[in-house]
Each structure stands twice: as C-alpha cells, then as structure tokens.
C-alpha cells in the first residue's frame, strides 16, 4: 500500500531555487549583453528541477498495489512503474539527441528548430494527459465511489479533468499550429496566407465546442467529450497558423512558444509538480508579452494574430505577387566599398538573406574596415527581422558584431535621414516604402525602417526575380537613391572588404 507522503521542505525548497534561476534567467535573455549568462541560469535552474523531481519520487516497486488515500491516491489492481535508472536512460538519449542536433544546426534553421521543439512539448502535453486519463489512479487524481449496490470504483476528480482537459487541448494545439509554422518556415509551405472560406466562423465554432466538451467531461463520466477534445484541439491549430502570412511568423513562433508553457503549467497540475507548474507559467507569460510587444512594433492587432490572421485578404495589393518590372540602378562591390569608405556615417540592415548566405561574420569583418577608415558604423535591427523574435540579434553576437552598434528600429529610424549609406543585406519586407504609402499592401501599416530616406541604398540581393517572405515586391529596389548588389550575400561582402582592402 502506498500512502501521500508529506511534502519535503527541502523539495520545495529546491524547486524555489530552480523557479528564482528561471526568472533570473528570463531576465538575462532580455538583452544579448547578458543572453549568455541567462542560457546558463536557465540551465542551472532545470537541472536542479529535473534531479530534484527525479530522486523525490521514487517509483513504486513493479507490480506493488495501492489504494485510495485521503480520497487522493485510487487504484485497483497492481501497475508496472518505470525505474530510476530507465528515466536517466531516457533522459540520455534526449542529451544525446538535443547536443547533437545543437552542434549541427545552422543558424539559418533555427526558427524550423524551435517550432519543432515546440510541437514536442505540445505533444509531451497530450500524451501526459492521455496517460492521465487512461491510468488516473496512478497520478493521484481519482477518488474512490462506494455504491450501495455494485462494486466500488474510481472516478476522476472533475478539477483534475479540467486540468487534463485543458492541458491536452492547448497541448494539442501547440503541436499542430507548430508543424504548420515549421512547414512554412522551412519553405515545404509558401508563406502566404491560406485563408479558407468562411474561417473565422469555423474557427469560433471548433473553440466554442471545446469549451462545450470541457464542461461536459468535467461533469459526466463519458469517454468521447476527452477525445474529442483532443481531435478539435490538433484541427484548431492547424486552423489557426494556415491563415497567417510570413511577415507575421516571428510572432506565430513567440505566440507558439506561450502556447507550450501553458500546456507545460497545466500538467504540472495534473502531475502535481510545482516546479512545472512555475516554469510553464513563466514561458507563457512570458512568450504571451513578446508577442504583444512585437505586435504593437508591427501595429498588428495581437487578438488578431492569435485568432488566425484576422483581417487578411486574398488581396496582397500591386505589390503582391512577381517583381515590378521598372528601371533600377545595377552596382559593384567597388563602387559599394567606394561609397562606404568615403561616408561619414553607415548603417548596415541585416534581414533573413543574411543569415541564409551565414555573411554575418563577413559583414562584421567590413564593419571593422569602414571603422579603420573613419566611418562610423550601426546595425538596425527590425523587430521580425528574420524568422523569429531576436534572430538578427543572436546572428551579429555570434559574429561578436559590439553591442554598443546595434540599435532597434524606435532608436535608429530617425537617423537615417542624416546617413550617408544605408547598408541593405537581405532584408526585404522590413524595408518596403510600401507599407507606408500602399494600402492594399498585406503589410501596409508595419512599421519599417525609413532606409530610403538615406543618401545612398546599397542593397544586396541574389536577383531580382524574387520577391519578400511576405510575397510583395519591395518599392525600394526602383528608388533613384538605391543601388542594387546582385549576388549572393556572404561572397559580395567578402568581395566589398577586399575592395575597401
């Protein structure tokens, strides 16, 4: 027989500690000056959880029968725990895999890599739940029922189910809406908005009849309302991201990343573990404020993005679609490394091209010439630059591109209009005039960097076949001001530091 055994203070005390390194560690990553030290807090604070979760709960001996307690514990019959040492084999097979996958990702995949990562804490969710709901004895969250006529049986507490059925649901809906996010991103799926006919009233009535079968599972003790819970979830999801476009993916993967903490708080109830219940929360809270944050810089509504890009069109306006065929100003790497080292002031845009063409630390490399000729150098940085939130960021600091250069868009739009060369290296949407001037446009009303208002644009692209991530034709390209670099990014820095050289 296996009873509650009374809450360890050194356990909650342990979780306290892991719970201070996570908000310490939220803290660190607010800034790339202190990113690293908040990595390795986060890991700190983890570690501490997972050994302290592991070596408290102890797993029953195999077959071992248990019963009710304090209406807490219910089983009947005898049930099969996994071991301490199985759990660390399968903890080491997930090192394994995450430092290897670690090791070899590129940069320019880490947005498919997170929204993978974010699916499997969707689905951990749902199993947890699924598991949960088949063997409820062994989570501790049935209660034993005596009838005056019959055998006795066990019935899930109807706040458990709540949990679970919570749990599962956003679980769910993390896992399907971040294998969408992950096609889009990785290019299997175009990055326009799929919008089906008739898709809000869909999606209003799926949410609604999950809330419906919620209620109905908490308070009846029929199988189908958990499943189909768990069915709407996956389908809701799916819903939910076809229909945003890809200049809004930096916040559908913020977005998705609040989704999974959620789910992770709600089976820390339905496990009773403190420590998930903290960590999940702070995730979502967390993920769920960069999300607003980076609406707000991209005057989108952030009801609007959750519910599935409300608002979006068929329409992309005379921007959409192919390039504009219209007279443009064709450069070299000698006259870019003329222009620039002849400047007073440069400001380097970087955006997506350059991470696919991994020309950061080329970029800074010229940074550094220009300097050595005088030329003061800035990085701009656009909120959604990239394919998630910080992606240009984290790109500069690995080429170890100074602080100290790179500005966000709030701090350094105004300087443009005083800048010599405006420096374009594979930002496309986050440059577009368009969104100003054009109200057709699908990003008309994000706000861009004013790069056109520069003396000279130099703007490096691979052709000009092509079109942004958003799929509109950038203004900019035609402007008198801007000269256009046709090549791929990485090979005509390389050849403007040879020429400043």
Same mark, same amino acid.
């Given at each position: 027989?296996?009873?509650?055994?009374?809450?360890? $203070?050194?356990?909650?005390?342990?979780?306290?500690? *892991?719970?201070?390194?996570?908000?310490?560690?939220?803290?660190?990553?607010?800034?790339?000056?202190?990113?690293? #030290?908040?990595?390795? %807090?986060?890991? !700190?604070?983890?570690?501490?959880?997972?050994?302290?979760? &592991?070596?408290?709960?102890?797993?029953? *001996?195999?077959?071992?029968?248990?019963?009710?307690?304090?209406?807490?514990?219910?089983?009947?019959?005898?049930?099969?725990?996994?071991?301490? *040492?199985?759990?660390?084999?399968?903890?080491?097979?997930?090192?394994?895999?995450?430092?290897?996958?670690?090791? #070899?990702?590129?940069?320019?995949?880490?947005?498919?890599?997170?929204?993978?990562?974010?699916?499997?804490?969707?689905?951990?969710?749902?199993?947890?739940?699924?598991?949960?709901?088949?063997?409820?004895?062994?989570?501790?969250?049935?209660?034993?029922?005596?009838?005056?006529?019959?055998?006795?049986?066990?019935?899930?507490?109807?706040?458990?189910?709540?949990?679970?059925?919570?749990?599962?649901?956003?679980?769910?809906?993390?896992?399907?809406?971040? +294998?969408?996010?992950?096609?889009?991103?990785?290019?299997?799926?175009?990055?326009?908005? &799929? %919008?089906?006919?008739?898709?809000?009233?869909?999606?209003?009535?799926?949410?609604?009849?999950?809330?419906?079968? +919620?209620?109905?599972?908490?308070?009846?003790?029929?199988?189908?309302?958990?499943?189909? &819970? %768990?069915?709407?979830?996956?389908?809701?999801?799916?819903?939910?991201?076809?229909? !945003?476009?890809?200049?809004?993916?930096?916040?559908?993967?913020?977005?998705?990343?609040?989704?999974?903490?959620?789910?992770?708080?709600?089976?820390?109830?339905?496990?009773?573990?403190? *420590?998930?219940? =903290?960590?999940?929360?702070?995730?979502?809270?967390?993920?769920?404020?960069?999300?607003?944050?980076?609406? #707000?810089?991209?005057?989108?509504?952030?009801?609007?993005? !959750?519910?599935?890009?409300?608002?979006?069109?068929?329409? /992309?306006?005379?921007?959409?679609?192919?390039?504009?065929?219209? $007279?443009?100003?064709?450069?070299?790497?000698?006259?870019?490394?003329?222009?620039?080292?002849?400047?007073?002031? =440069?400001?380097?845009?970087?955006?997506?091209?350059?991470?696919?063409?991994?020309?950061?630390?080329?970029? #800074?490399?010229?940074?550094?010439?220009?300097?050595?000729?005088?030329?003061?150098?800035?990085?701009?940085?656009?909120? @959604?630059?990239?394919?998630?939130?910080?992606?240009?960021?984290?790109?500069?600091?690995?080429?170890?591109?100074?602080?100290?250069? =790179?500005?966000?868009?709030?701090?350094?739009?105004?300087?443009?209009?005083?800048?010599? =060369?405006?420096?374009?290296?594979?930002?496309?949407?986050?440059?577009?005039?368009?969104?100003?001037?054009?109200?057709?446009?699908?990003?008309?009303?994000?706000?861009?960097?004013? @790069?056109?208002?520069?003396?000279? +644009?130099?703007?490096?692209?691979?052709?000009?076949? /092509?079109?942004?991530?958003?799929?509109?034709?950038?203004?900019?390209?035609?402007?008198?001001?801007?000269?256009?670099?046709?090549?791929?990014?990485?090979?005509?820095?390389?050849?403007?530091?040879?020429?400043?050289?």
């Amino acid at each position: 027989m296996h009873e509650a055994a009374p809450v360890n $203070p050194w356990v909650a005390l342990a979780y306290l500690v *892991a719970g201070v390194c996570f908000i310490l560690a939220l803290r660190g990553l607010s800034s790339p000056a202190t990113s690293r #030290r908040g990595n390795r %807090l986060g890991m !700190i604070g983890m570690g501490i959880a997972v050994l302290t979760t &592991i070596f408290t709960h102890i797993p029953f *001996a195999e077959g071992e029968q248990f019963v009710s307690v304090a209406g807490r514990e219910v089983l009947s019959g005898t049930v099969d725990y996994v071991t301490v *040492a199985e759990i660390l084999a399968a903890i080491g097979i997930g090192a394994v895999i995450g430092l290897t996958t670690a090791k #070899r990702i590129a940069m320019t995949a880490m947005p498919q890599l997170v929204a993978a990562f974010h699916s499997l804490v969707g689905l951990a969710a749902v199993l947890v739940g699924i598991a949960a709901y088949l063997n409820p004895g062994a989570f501790g969250i049935s209660s034993l029922v005596v009838p005056m006529i019959g055998e006795p049986f066990a019935v899930i507490n109807p706040v458990a189910k709540v949990e679970m059925a919570l749990g599962v649901a956003i679980g769910a809906i993390t896992f399907s809406g971040s +294998v969408i996010a992950f096609l889009k991103l990785n290019g299997n799926m175009g990055g326009k908005p &799929i %919008l089906l006919p008739g898709r809000h009233g869909i999606n209003l009535g799926v949410l609604v009849g999950i809330l419906l079968c +919620v209620a109905v599972f908490a308070h009846g003790q029929d199988a189908w309302p958990f499943w189909t &819970i %768990l069915v709407a979830s996956f389908a809701i999801g799916f819903l939910l991201i076809i229909p !945003i476009g890809g200049a809004d993916m930096p916040v559908v993967v913020s977005m998705l990343n609040s989704y999974s903490g959620w789910a992770a708080a709600a089976m820390g109830f339905t496990l009773g573990n403190t *420590a998930m219940i =903290v960590t999940g929360a702070l995730v979502g809270s967390s993920g769920a404020i960069l999300s607003y944050i980076m609406c #707000r810089a991209m005057n989108r509504s952030f009801l609007s993005v !959750i519910a599935g890009g409300f608002g979006a069109t068929d329409s /992309g306006g005379a921007g959409s679609g192919a390039a504009i065929d219209r $007279p443009w100003k064709r450069g070299s790497a000698e006259d870019a490394a003329f222009l620039m080292s002849q400047a007073e002031q =440069v400001i380097i845009v970087p955006g997506y091209g350059m991470a696919v063409a991994q020309a950061q630390h080329a970029l #800074r490399e010229m940074g550094d010439k220009l300097k050595e000729h005088g030329v003061r150098v800035k990085y701009a940085i656009h909120p @959604v630059a990239g394919r998630m939130p910080g992606h240009m960021n984290v790109l500069l600091a690995e080429a170890n591109v100074p602080y100290d250069d =790179v500005f966000e868009l709030e701090d350094i739009n105004a300087e443009f209009a005083q800048t010599d =060369v405006a420096f374009v290296i594979g930002a496309n949407d986050v440059t577009n005039p368009a969104a100003k001037t054009d109200k057709t446009s699908p990003i008309y009303g994000m706000p861009v960097l004013d @790069v056109e208002k520069a003396k000279t +644009v130099l703007f490096i692209k691979r052709s000009m076949g /092509g079109v942004g991530y958003a799929g509109v034709d950038n203004e900019l390209f035609y402007r008198d001001n801007t000269m256009m670099l046709l090549a791929d990014a990485k090979k005509m820095v390389e050849e403007i530091v040879k020429s400043i050289e």
